[in-house]
T-cell receptor, first 114, second 108 residues
Framework: KAGVTQTPRYLIKTRGQQVTLSCSPI?????VSWYQQTPGQGLQFLFE???????NKGNFPGRFSGRQFSNSRSEMNVSTLELGDSALYLC?????????????FGQGTRLTVV | AQRVTQPEKLLSVFKGAPVELKCNYS??????LFWYVQYSRQRLQLLLR??SRESIKGFTADLNKGETSFHLKKPFAQEEDSAMYYC??????????FGQGTTLQVKP
């Protein structure tokens, strides 16, 4: 079956702009999580959605937001971009049953803010 | 605060040598821990988890609650084991706390 798909793969944006990233989970998976990966901070959790509801949230400013649609696809939005937002953004999907459920990761969206 | 620490950024060994990738955690309670791996140009994927107590690709990991460790071990490293390895601690549903990762380099 198809894996987790993230679009676009690469993005270049200017400071102050906003950006929307998309994630299509594995069919049947209802949980979608987002992570930011940078060389300095590593992998950091942004938020998780399950059945269109945000269940868990990391320590990121309000400029980072997300949503999930009824088909479990998820989008992540970053407003008023800063240079420090340059990172690889990873999406992961799982069945969402409990915390021991395996997470399947997408290949990521590489965001560069100039 | 719950935290995962991988003290080594890079571990370089020769093919056939034993490998131990270190992971320490801070958590009050009985943790469930994972090891994820990212091979070159591939996506992050689960290698093994404590709850399964299984050996994957020759790797094993034992939870030591006294030392709060979950080290990943393999008796004989292969070149195809070269990758980035992350130790991860679930914190509620859908959230994983990752260590900083260790790059394993297996030299021929």
């Amino acid at each position: 079956k198809a894996g987790v798909t993230q679009t676009p793969r690469y993005l270049i944006k200017t400071r102050g702009q906003q950006v929307t990233l998309s994630c299509s989970p594995i069919s049947g998976h209802r949980s979608v999580s987002w992570y930011q990966q940078t060389p300095g901070q590593g992998l950091q959790f942004l938020f998780e959605y399950f059945s269109e509801t945000q269940r868990n949230k990391g320590n990121f400013p309000g400029r980072f937001s997300g949503r999930q649609f009824s088909n479990s696809r998820s989008e992540m939005n970053v407003s008023t971009l800063e240079l420090g937002d340059s990172a690889l953004y990873l999406c992961a999907s799982s069945r969402g049953g409990d915390q021991n459920t395996e997470a399947f990761f997408g290949q990521g969206t590489r965001l560069t803010v100039v | 605060a719950q935290r995962v620490t991988q003290p080594e950024k890079l571990l370089s060994v020769f093919k056939g040598a034993p490998v131990e990738l270190k992971c320490n955690y801070s958590y009050s309670g009985s943790p469930e821990l994972f090891w994820y791996v990212q091979y070159s140009r591939q996506r992050l994927q689960l290698l093994l988890r404590h709850i399964s107590r299984e050996s994957i690709k020759g790797f094993t990991a034992d939870l030591n609650k006294g030392e709060t460790s979950f080290h990943l071990k393999k008796p004989f490293a292969q070149e195809e084991d070269s990758a980035m390895y992350y130790c991860a601690l679930p914190q509620g549903t859908g959230k994983l706390i990752f260590g900083q990762g260790t790059t394993l380099q297996v030299k021929p």
